[in-house]
């Protein structure tokens, strides 16, 4: 019950009433004694009370700062003559749903500790400080050194007006947070050395709350540099890490496209060649020096140039959702018209009709494929697909990169029909993989495929499934860009081993990420609360899965 300190004191004070009403237990003392004892008595008493009173209250009559003076809640400090310091101590109390969640709360401190540096100008400093003893809580610590030979009033309402905007502006931006004035009277406590407050900014050092994402392991600046981590580190991804393929995904708008330009330029700085195929027409603006091919400037496809006709029917399949049937009938009309050596409407008819048509049955698969594959043959079809002057797969790789374009985007906004573009970036895909299975290692290229679940129907895309489990060896690389992972197949989800994971809003697609990636769970939680440009990334380079945000590309 009573420490060291305040036993002795307690003695004196039981000795001390011992002696004045001592006389009846004792007759040592005569009337004449009495009275100096008692004096002697209450003295001695008054003065261990006092001790004891000083003990207890002596932090808060600690004054640490002696040419100080309160007035108006500020603390207006005398440094020296002529510099004198204002000081407002503000209560800052964080209302953050998600207590538990250290990644949220560390994310808010950031966004406040930023905000705070933002707007301090030069004369102005703030810290905070959290106390637990002897009053509790956090505090901003605003502080604004006057002006040499300025007006004490105009410094004055100079540092009102800072800690007044620096209030207004930190609430508006953090809703989480309150900003309250505390009474003069607690100043002294707060700013007195013995109490054991923590400076907590700068916060990474100072709370010793270390995030998931800044774990103790080295983030290397990496082949392609992405961008920072939360602590500032610069951080990339190694060119090991873009041949084992990459799959990025996140909603609309979390920074996806961004994201692969910056990969696609990094990667053609280290010596791959990058072909992007740009669904939505954005990557010319983020990419400059690009050889783009757009509009009438589309390379022309041989839809006969496959050295492999099954492969061909294969992508046909999968482009057009043909049925097992269609796509039998497709290979014996595919190969009729390889050994005619022509791909128009004529011959195409032509061929189906000596299809022999003596069932129902075939007749309707026949009737069918015509329907599907007809718009190959004529409108914007005709113009993609055609023998004259196209790209195959013996001369695609020549055709597409000049020797000095190693990086081209085919700018596929330009086609109307959806199935169009699919099909004709599938040709593209299927050439470049047949072109280097023939020619293995002649170069590495890496193919980004924005939009990709527009290429996955039924979830699954035999082609894609096949270069990502196997072409690594020849030197093709696939980057997936998609905002729904849901809608593709599990082999990209299970080969890409570079997965860059920005904000995710719809919990299938959350679920499914974190399947895949067994995600760690602080950093799961926090998928749907990143910002634009912000992500989770994880590669065979990272021993962690760690948090970046990315650099972003300007639009020129
Ligand atoms: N790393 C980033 N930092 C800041 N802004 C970004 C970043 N990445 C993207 N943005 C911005 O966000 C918007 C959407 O980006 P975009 O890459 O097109 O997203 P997505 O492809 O996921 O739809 C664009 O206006 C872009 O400028
Ligand atoms: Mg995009």
Known sequence: MFDKRTIFPLILIVLGTLTLFGQNVTNLFRLYQETLITIVGLFVSIITILILIYKKYKNKM????????????????????????????????????????????????????????????????????????????????????????????????????????????????????RLNPISSSKYNVLLSPNVPAALVSPFLTATGIRPPFTRAFEVSGGDIELGRTIDNQTVGISLNDVERHILIVGSTGSGKTNTAAVIAEGAKEKGIKVLILDWHGEYTKLIQGAKVYSKEGLPRIDPLGSNKIEETVELLGDALDLTEPQRFLAYVVLQRLVAMRQFDLTSFLTVLKEIDDDSYWIRDVKYALMRKLIFTLVGDGQKLFSREDSVNAYNVVERLFDSNDDLVVIDLSVIDSDVLKRLYAMFLLLYISQYLKKNPNSYRILVVLDEAQNYFINKNDIIIDRIIREWRKFGLFLCLVTQSPSSISEEVLKNANTKIIHTIKSNIDKKIIMDSTALDKDLADYLDKLDVGECICTCPSKKAQILIKIKKKSEF
């Open 62 to 177: 600690y004054i640490f700062f002696k040419n100080f003076e309160i007035k108006n809640n500020i603390i207006k400090l005398n440094v020296n003559d002529s510099n004198t310091c204002l000081f407002s101590i503000l209560k800052l109390e964080v209302k953050v749903q998600d207590q538990k969640n250290p990644v949220y709360v560390m994310k808010n401190f950031h966004n406040l500790l930023t905000s705070i540096e933002k707007n301090l100008d030069s004369t102005t400093k703030a810290y905070i400080i959290t106390s637990l003893y002897p009053v509790k809580g956090t505090y901003l610590v605003v502080c604004t050194n006057s002006e040499p030979n300025g007006s004490s009033e105009i410094d004055e309402k100079r540092h009102i007006d800072t800690v007044y905007r620096l209030k207004v502006i930190l609430e508006s931006i953090e809703p989480d947070i």
